[in-house]
């Protein structure tokens, strides 16, 4: 009989989380996860794009990780199957370089008032907004300030 070694510094494994449906609303602003323990989650877009774990948003530590505003309006064009062990989302801002691991979404889901209420304090701290600056409003920023060089406010020139 052989012995197996313990670490005693170990941190004990979180329980496997395995889901039964992963599915993407019509209007591609909600990502439905349900898991064998019966939870069963509506994640919103805009949830799941700014706690990306890519290092883009997250860094290589947590001192690195970014507070992403502008994104209430972003949709998630693709969910890739990764292995057995997660899903690659695509949003339509183009960002598609975090995996979403099984665990991770059942965090999300369970988490999520806490996280989303820290999110929103982040943003206000930062002075940062979810809205995405429009360029319409840019547009008419310009003109006040002088911009389109026709007079007639058409943003032309």
Not at 6 to 11: F, L, Q
Not at 26 to 37: I, M, N, P, S, Y
Not at 73 to 93: C, H, W
Request: hydrophobic share 35%.
């Amino acid at each position: 009989m052989t012995q197996q070694a313990v670490d005693p510094h170990a941190a004990s494994a979180a329980p496997e989380r395995w889901p039964t449906e992963i599915r993407l609303s019509g209007d591609k602003r909600t990502l439905h996860v349900a898991f064998e323990d019966g939870g069963r989650f509506a994640l919103p877009a805009e949830y799941l794009r700014v706690s990306s774990p890519s290092a883009e948003v997250q860094g290589h530590s947590p001192s690195e990780r970014k507070v992403i505003g502008a994104k209430r309006d972003v949709a998630i064009l693709k969910v890739e199957p990764i292995g057995n062990y997660a899903v690659k989302l695509t949003f339509d801002d183009m960002h598609d370089t975090g995996l979403y691991g099984w665990g991770y979404l059942y965090d999300l889901g369970r988490e999520y008032r806490n996280r989303w209420a820290t999110y929103l304090s982040e943003l206000e701290e930062r002075g940062l907004s979810r809205d995405p600056v429009r360029r319409a409003a840019k547009a008419a920023a310009a003109q006040s300030e002088g911009g389109g060089s026709c007079g007639s406010g058409c943003g032309c020139h």
